[in-house]
């Protein structure tokens, strides 16, 4: 890989880096191991990606933005608030169904069929890919009209888990990466959906134009083609090219 390469640099640098909610857990470890191997600093700030959106375009001083898309990153390219040439697909998600609830969910969908939930949290698919992901499940499962009058919709998906996580929603599509630890759904139950009835939710990085010059930005990266990186970001359920 030679988009990103830096030379080695004399001094450490700082870049405030826009990361996804979703991507909240693994990009706290890898922030970790990025400073302890270059010396730098990644300064994070989590939200949602359109919101991010909005920020950049207001002068938002960030350096590195790692998308829950592809269109927000190629977007900001083209409008140039981002360097063209510098995007790359960083992990592509998973949706699962998931309640706090043990046993509510039995590995399927069949829990959407049932009374045995008065609330489902779903993200605006308008701002959130895995909200526009829950929906097309829902349609493929020609369940959307039986469930939506039970929908509450977060803002993001963090918004979303935290619905499901208080109990204000029984249920809810949120990332793997919110509810996955070793491998394992660690608390309450869930269906990991099949890929086959969403679009992949690849999630692209980009260097942002107030971030081309600084060394931390690039080199940061740089650092997430590693297999270091690549090993974290498999280790919270998302898919790794």
Request: aromatic content about 10%.
């Amino acid at each position: 890989m030679t988009a990103f390469s830096t030379p080695l640099v004399a001094q450490s640098a700082e870049v405030n880096v826009a990361v996804a909610a979703n991507f909240t857990a693994p990009m706290k470890l890898i922030a970790q191991s990025f400073e302890q191997k270059t010396g730098h600093k990644a300064i994070l700030a989590f939200g949602g990606t359109g919101q991010f959106y909005a920020q950049i375009r207001h002068g938002a001083p960030f350096g590195v933005l790692l998308a829950a898309d592809q269109e927000t990153p190629s977007r900001l390219e083209s409008e140039g608030f981002a360097v063209k040439g510098t995007s790359f697909t960083y992990a592509t998600g998973q949706l699962v169904l998931w309640s706090r609830q043990p046993d509510l969910i039995k590995d399927s969908a069949d829990v959407l069929k049932t009374a045995r939930f008065q609330r489902i949290a779903i993200a605006n698919p308008k701002l959130a890919p895995y909200g526009r992901a829950a929906y097309d499940v829902l349609d493929k499962l020609d369940l959307l009209s039986t469930v939506k009058p039970k929908v509450v919709e977060g803002s993001n998906i963090a918004q979303t888990f935290q619905f499901v996580s208080s109990g204000n929603a029984q249920i809810g599509f949120v990332a793997l990466s919110q509810v996955l630890e070793k491998g394992q759904i660690r608390e309450g139950s869930g269906w990991i959906v099949p890929g086959s009835l969403y679009e992949p939710i690849r999630q692209d990085a980009v260097l942002l134009s107030s971030g081309q010059d600084n060394p931390a930005a690039t080199a940061l990266l740089e650092y997430l083609h590693g297999d270091k990186a690549k090993a974290v970001i498999e280790s919270f359920g998302y898919v790794v090219q």
